[in-house]
């Protein structure tokens, strides 16, 4: 099975903080969908699953720091996909 990593897009700041998961492992997600969301100086962001398929892992937990770029889970294409 293909696994598509999500990761922390560029959100102009040098750190940010998950704050929570909104799929869980084992939930079917499609691109697009909030999979996560970050707290950042001022704002909230939602993390979008970049890809079709069911939520493998999650890397970190809520209240761990990230950077751009940092892999904070993955998703994995179901069969036939």
Do not use: C, H, K
Request: a negative charge; proline letters at 7%; hydrophobic letters at 50%.
């Amino acid at each position: 099975m293909r696994r598509t990593p999500i990761t922390l897009p560029d959100l102009g700041v040098a750190r940010a903080v998950l704050s929570l998961w909104y799929a869980r492992v084992g939930d079917r997600v499609f691109a697009g969908d909030r999979v996560a969301e970050v707290l950042i100086p001022g704002a909230t962001v939602d993390v979008p699953a970049p890809a079709d398929g069911v939520l493998a892992s999650q890397a970190v937990l809520a209240n761990d720091p990230l950077v751009a770029g940092q892999m904070i889970g993955e998703i994995e294409a179901e069969a036939g996909e």
